[in-house]
């Protein structure tokens, strides 16, 4: 039997997905799973094509040609390392396992010290795109030895999303878990952009009344423009959904209750750890939390007074001013991603490309957008940026839009529509672009109460004060 050129232990959907894919662009591919029936099936569906389903691990083993690169699309946690305890005494120095899943970065600094010491190379990848790009080509941000990127580059390179400029969305992050630290980020950005896009919705659903029709199309229009990109995209498209049963939206019959697997949480965990200040995505995961509390607000409802949300002005004005605010509040939760990053990457010593990082967000991820050409844009400009707000165009493009912005979270407060991550988006903006902010009220305090010391704006040194 010829070698296969990859193996595939995990032939779930992403799995199977990233076969086919490996197959499609001239590999051959063998699948191992612990189900037997996904194995069987691996085989049987595609008669002719250069896939070998593997009912043991020894014949898995056996089948690929050296050194072994092996992806590993298992559940992140546990079933990680038990697919590498299954694996490991089986393999050959330099031989490469990736960990394709959602694992989280410190697992997979864990996992990669625990497999050097026995010659054995990891690659902790995140990819995105879910089950479309999987297939089709996803964004692929692969972390781990040097070495053991560029033997398995020619096969990322090949299956990955190719941006308009025929660029492959794929490229080295840095050494052990950069590669799923980027995707941790990713994921909460994602959950910002997502947040950000449902404020919007709400705003001008219960503040305006528009029906999913007017709201598909408003979308759809926005998506020609400087916000285009996949979930708008998407958003456009959930909107004109119709219920077949009921024949209403089925936006309007979807719970109101978010879930999430963590990504999100992890990267405001981090974020915290290190001292990197990113509130919209922390406005997400909280918004998502709040979300899930929904037997309490239905309670709180009936018993809380509150604005009746509705909107007395000029529609059109609020409208284009929420277009102006949904746009500007995304360049700000981008400026926060990509300063997190830039902080990591001295926390961690990544040697983080932040250029190199927007370039391959820009197709086959879930935050693909154009404005993704922009960023990497103005990292091209600049490598040393230390925030995307200080660049010309972007401050630019801030600046002129902030009164639709101010005009917007000030029409959803006035008319009690919760709107965390814009509210928080603009907060950051005021916050950054302030000389003098009033910690020196909380240095103070510190002071008083627990002797913790100041430093002053008129002489070096730290200084304590008996306040009474």
């Known amino acids: 039997m010829d070698k296969a050129n990859f193996g595939l232990m995990g032939l779930g959907v992403m799995g199977y997905m990233l076969a086919l894919n490996m197959e499609r662009n001239g590999f051959r591919v063998a699948g191992y799973d612990l189900d037997a029936e996904k194995v069987k099936a691996f085989g049987e569906k595609n008669p002719g094509k250069n896939l070998v389903g593997c009912a043991t691990l020894?014949?898995?083993?056996?089948?690929?040609?050296?050194?072994?690169?092996?992806?590993?699309?298992?559940?992140?946690?546990?079933?990680?390392?038990?697919?590498?305890?299954?694996?490991?005494?089986?393999?050959e120095p330099?031989?490469?396992?990736?960990?394709?899943?959602?694992?989280?970065?410190?697992?997979?600094?864990?996992r990669s010290k625990e497999l050097e010491a026995l010659h054995i190379n990891f690659i902790g990848t995140g990819i995105s795109g879910g089950e479309e790009g999987a297939l089709w080509g996803p964004a692929i941000m692969p972390g781990g030895q040097k070495e053991a990127w560029e033997i398995t580059a020619p096969i990322f390179r090949a299956i990955a999303a190719k941006a308009e400029d025929g660029e492959p969305c794929v490229a080295y992050m840095g050494p052990r878990g950069a590669g799923h630290y980027v995707k941790m980020v990713h994921n909460g950005i994602e959950y910002g952009d997502m947040q950000l896009i449902a404020e919007?919705?709400?705003?001008?659903?219960r503040g305006l009344g528009l029906s999913a029709q007017e709201l598909h199309e408003i979308f759809a229009e926005w998506n020609q423009g400087e916000l285009k990109s996949y979930l708008i995209e998407i958003t456009a498209d959930i909107f004109k959904k119709m219920d077949e049963e009921t024949g209403r939206p089925l936006v309007d019959l979807i719970l109101d209750e978010a879930a999430q697997k963590g990504?999100?949480?992890?990267?405001?965990?981090?974020?915290?750890?290190?001292g990197?200040?990113?509130?919209?995505?922390?406005?997400?995961?909280?918004?998502?939390?709040?979300?899930?509390?929904?037997?309490?607000?239905?309670?709180?409802?009936?018993?809380?007074?509150?604005?009746?949300?509705?909107?007395g002005g000029d529609r059109a004005r609020l409208i284009d001013a929420?277009?102006?605010?949904?746009?500007?509040?995304k360049i700000t939760s981008y400026a926060q991603g990509m300063g997190l990053l830039r902080i990591a990457s001295a926390e961690y010593k990544y040697d983080l490309n932040m250029g190199e990082i927007a370039k391959i967000w820009r197709a086959g991820c879930i935050i693909r957008a154009d404005l993704l050409n922009d960023i990497m844009n103005a990292y091209r400009r600049?490598?040393?940026?230390?925030?995307l707000l200080l660049d010309d165009a972007f401050r630019e493009a801030v600046e002129s839009r902030q009164e639709a912005w101010r005009f917007v979270v000030q029409t959803a407060v006035g008319m009690g529509i919760p709107v965390l991550a814009l509210?928080?988006?603009?907060?950051?903006?005021?916050?950054?672009?302030?000389?003098?902010?009033?910690?020196?009220?909380?240095?103070?305090?510190?002071?008083?109460?627990?002797?913790?010391?100041?430093?002053?704006?008129?002489?070096?040194?730290?200084?304590?004060?008996?306040?009474?």
């Open 58 to 91: 020894k014949e898995f083993i056996d089948v690929l040609e050296s050194p072994r690169r092996i992806l590993m699309m298992v559940p992140a946690g546990s079933p990680v390392d038990a697919a590498i305890a299954g694996i490991k005494d089986a393999l």
């Open 94 to 110: 330099g031989d490469l396992l990736i960990d394709g899943g959602n694992s989280f970065f410190l697992d997979t600094e864990r």
């Open 200 to 205: 919007v919705y709400d705003v001008l659903h």
């Open 263 to 274: 990504t999100g949480k992890w990267t405001s965990q981090n974020a915290l750890d290190i």
């Open 276 to 311: 990197a200040p990113i509130p919209t995505i922390n406005a997400a995961v909280e918004s998502r939390i709040l979300s899930s509390l929904k037997s309490q607000r239905v309670t709180a409802s009936k018993i809380i007074r509150g604005p009746k949300p509705e909107y």
């Open 322 to 329: 929420a277009k102006q605010a949904l746009y500007a509040s």
């Open 382 to 387: 600049d490598p040393n940026l230390v925030n």
């Open 423 to 468: 509210s928080a988006s603009l907060a950051y903006f005021d916050a950054y672009r302030s000389e003098r902010l009033p910690a020196n009220l909380t240095q103070a305090q510190r002071d008083y109460f627990g002797a913790h010391t100041y430093r002053r704006v008129d002489r070096e040194g730290a200084f304590h004060t008996e306040w009474i």
